[in-house]
């Protein structure tokens, strides 16, 4: 049988919207007086936490490994950016707008 110790540990793996939801859930469904109630409950939530476990792992899977646009004209600056960046706590770029300053 699913327990609340049980669904409550696998929280830490959803993102902080699905774990806030359904740590309310967990606990409605620990108050159930009736345990075929309740282990009905824990089952569903049981079956929402691996979907929201197999949405974060899409999720995670969409990001892209590494974005770049080689035609903006900022691009030819990014080594210098990147030895900025690595040096400096603080580092502001100008340049015009549509330049790729926030993009690159």
Same mark, same amino acid.
């Given at each position: 049988m699913t327990t609340q110790r049980d669904?409550? #540990?696998r929280l830490g793996d959803l993102m902080p919207a699905d774990r806030r939801v359904l740590a309310r859930a967990i606990t409605r469904a620990g108050r159930i007086r009736s345990d075929s109630q309740r282990g009905k409950a824990m089952r569903a939530l049981a079956a929402e936490l691996a979907a929201a476990s197999d949405r974060l792992e899409r999720r995670r899977q969409a990001i892209p490994s590494q974005v770049t646009y080689p035609d903006l004209p900022i691009a030819e600056w990014r080594a210098d950016l990147l #030895? #900025?960046? $690595? $040096?400096?706590? *603080?580092?502001? *770029? #100008? $340049?015009?707008?549509g330049s790729g300053k926030s993009t690159q």
């Open positions: 669904l409550r #540990a #030895a #900025a960046i $690595g $040096g400096h706590q *603080v580092v502001i *770029v #100008a $340049g015009e707008t």
